[in-house]
């Protein structure tokens, strides 16, 4: 067993991101010969390689900030194998989305190790269902797609006798030891200077409620609402984005920017943004909870046209990429950037955005191996008391899902919003030189 600092990923203050409901759920549909010696070993193997998933966060309760991070040897993988009896009236396809929305309603502690449970739902010796449960703490967006990629390599190695050639992850725990370093660097000084003087004067943004918000008698979930966009037309916002220089990310921020100022009259917000990639190549590899929490300052009230606010998305997303710091290193020099506004009438409001994998990443290890989809999304229940945009890429494929509270916002408020943010997306893709009409 070793001991190491924690990094500022996982130091938790309020103790939310703790929470056994704090899960990353994932399923798989498997289809052709499947052999279960060769998964178990190959589940095993990933906890060896990858040691955030046998890792225990001991924390100072009387300050989440503090704590160690305790790495334990090679554990087993719990591995439960059911085999699911025809259902009439429900196909195999809509069992696989039963068996995924009931993951997402499991919980489990942080403490658990490995932090990796499985369970194989067989259909037949030829179609089953994975599903794959691990705490938010030691994994990611991003991770996910590591943990796709080691698990059909180390199958695959058994089964062919051929050695896999992934390369060995660097440890999580040589992270916070990265970290220091950085924030010790000028490029970290030249981030607070950036920061320091970016977010003078900055409130966090919110929008409006229809009534008070009050936590003590919040709906016992949030709600959401889906909105997506067929693949032809995505297909055209991102390459009238592309011809503007632009993601798509920039077109959707552009697009709420208008929204904005239209439902609040205000054109100097304040967001945060989810990155959950990595701060350095050397972690590419490695699975572990990296995501961070990036404001994005826009200010926007000399734009005149739909490509002036595209344009500012870029420049702001952009320049909060180049000076990311650890989210408690900005709140260092503005404490209360986070402060709610003391408006009950206000919520809130924060961005994810969420690709899939690249398509050259090889995650098959039998005949077809598919990601378990659900046509809409569900409410993260660890998650309350805000307004959460997150916008959904795979492939061809787009959602935006935006989840809110219930009991302090009417469903028609949030689908006119929606509704209309769809139409400032493609009214700037069509005609970005048009002139913003203000609210």
Request: with cysteine; hydrophobic share 40%; aromatic share 8%.
């Amino acid at each position: 067993m070793d001991v190491y600092p924690l990094s500022s990923r996982q130091k938790d203050p309020f103790g939310l991101a703790r929470s056994p409901r704090h899960v990353v759920a994932l399923a798989l549909r498997i289809k052709g010969e499947l052999r279960l010696d060769a998964l178990k070993g190959a589940l095993d193997e990933v906890v060896e390689r990858q040691e955030a998933l046998r890792t225990r966060v001991n924390y100072d309760e009387a300050d989440g900030t503090r704590g160690f991070l305790e790495v334990l040897p090679p554990l087993p993988v719990p591995l439960a194998v059911h085999d699911v009896p025809e259902t009439p009236g429900r196909s195999r396809d809509e069992i696989a989305l039963d068996l995924l929305a009931a993951l997402n309603q499991e919980s489990m502690s942080y403490l658990d190790t490995p932090s990796l449970r499985a369970t194989l739902h067989r259909f037949d010796d030829h179609d089953a269902v994975l599903t794959i449960l691990s705490h938010h703490l030691f994994n990611d967006g991003w991770s996910v797609g590591v943990l796709r990629r080691e698990i059909a390599a180390c199958y695959r190695a058994r089964v062919t006798g051929v050695p896999h050639a992934l390369p060995r992850p660097a440890p999580y725990s040589e992270f916070a030891s990265w970290e220091q370093e950085f924030l010790s660097s000028e490029r970290a000084a030249a981030a607070r200077r950036y920061w320091k003087d970016k977010l003078a004067g900055a409130r966090m943004h919110s929008m409006p409620t229809d009534r008070p918000f009050d936590p003590e008698q919040q709906a016992p979930r949030s709600a959401v609402r889906n909105f997506t966009i067929d693949p032809d037309t995505m297909a055209r916002i991102t390459a009238g984005a592309a011809q503007q220089r632009c993601s798509v990310w920039h077109v959707f921020l552009a697009a709420y920017m208008v929204l904005v100022e239209k439902v609040t009259g205000q054109s100097d917000i304040t967001i945060l943004t989810v990155n959950s990639g990595r701060p350095a190549r050397e972690f590419y590899d490695t699975i572990g909870f990296f995501a961070n929490l990036v404001p994005v300052r826009l200010q926007f009230d000399g734009c005149k046209s739909y490509l002036d606010l595209m344009r500012c998305a870029r420049k702001a997303s952009a320049d909060a990429q180049q000076h990311q710091l650890p989210t408690e290193s900005v709140l260092e020099m503005y404490p209360t950037l986070m402060h709610p506004s003391g408006d009950p009438r206000a919520l809130p409001v924060g961005f994810n955005y969420i690709s899939s994998p690249a398509e050259h990443e090889d995650t098959g290890f039998t005949t077809s191996v598919e990601p378990v989809t659900a046509p809409e999304e569900e409410p993260a229940s660890f998650r309350r008391g805000a307004f959460i945009w997150t916008f959904l890429v795979a492939g061809e494929d787009f959602r935006c899902v935006v989840e809110y509270e219930p009991s302090a916002v009417d469903a028609e408020t949030v689908e006119r919003w929606g509704a209309e943010w769809l139409d400032l997306v493609l009214a700037m893709t069509d005609d970005p030189n048009q002139t913003w009409n203000r609210g």
